[in-house]
């Protein structure tokens, strides 16, 4: 039963700290999103890659969020200065496209705490 | 301001009740899709639907796509407590950022 995994699944933080996110995709497919998820905003897209190549980050403050994928089996989203307004949890997705269709697949989720 | 709407944002039911969620926006998706989202998990794919009046079943959930494929609703018939948790739309636009866009769900609580 292949699933997205991440790591790690709670993390309490002090601002100002870097935080590194990790998420290892399902085997096979080509594309790794990034989502935050949070009471007021519900569920943002951060980031997304297709093939490891970033497609779009349009969705992350740039300045302090950063977004990698150094290979098929990991991506990382880093925060670097951690801010208390960085709260929530964080969602890894990887997905494909069959048939026409896409299919996308959410991992457990990162709960993020800054204090 | 959310560009996918869903009502009502909470919904708490006996057991056998039948309900009905919605999900609007005004802008046209070329897909949408429906995901349930269980506490510290996150959210799995129910339904895409593609075609405009399009109607989709899943056992006790039949999906709609409206006409203009500007909305959608979630029917359940005879609400079980496994029903509970937080139902999400999400709309696929294929001009822009060509990414899922999520509505601000509706948490069901199914009561036994």
């Known amino acids: 039963d292949a699933r997205v995994t991440q790591t790690p699944r709670h993390k309490v933080t002090e601002m100002g700290q870097e935080v590194t996110m990790r998420c290892q995709p399902i085997?096979?497919?080509?594309?790794v999103f990034w989502y935050r998820q949070t009471m007021m905003q519900g569920l943002e897209l951060l980031a997304y890659?297709?093939?490891?190549?970033?497609?779009?980050d349009s969705g992350m403050p740039k300045d302090r969020f950063s977004a990698e994928m150094p290979d098929a089996t990991l991506a990382t989203l880093k925060i670097q200065p951690s801010e208390p307004r960085d709260s929530a949890v964080y969602f890894c997705?990887?997905?494909?496209?069959?048939?026409?269709?896409?299919?996308?697949?959410f991992g457990p989720g990162t709960r993020l705490t800054v204090t | 301001t959310q560009l996918l709407e869903q009502s009502p944002q909470f919904l708490s039911i006996q057991e056998g009740e039948n309900l009905t969620v919605y999900c609007n926006s005004s802008?046209?998706?070329?897909?949408l899709q429906w995901y349930r989202q269980e506490p510290g998990e996150g959210p799995v794919l129910l339904v895409t639907?593609?075609?405009?009046?399009e109607v989709k079943k899943l056992k006790r959930l039949t999906f709609q796509f409206g006409d203009a494929r500007k909305d959608s609703s979630l029917h359940i018939t005879a609400a079980q407590p496994g029903d509970t948790g937080l139902y999400l739309c999400?709309?696929?636009?294929?001009?822009?950022?060509?990414?899922?866009?999520f509505g601000s769900g509706t948490r069901l609580q199914v009561q036994p």
């Open positions: 999400a709309g696929f636009m294929d001009t822009g950022r060509r990414a899922l866009t």
């Open positions: 085997l096979g497919h080509n594309t």
């Open positions: 802008s046209v998706f070329s897909s």
């Open positions: 997705a990887s997905g494909l496209v069959l048939s026409g269709q896409a299919f996308k697949y």
């Open positions: 890659f297709r093939n490891r190549a970033p497609l779009d």
């Open positions: 639907v593609v075609t405009g009046g």
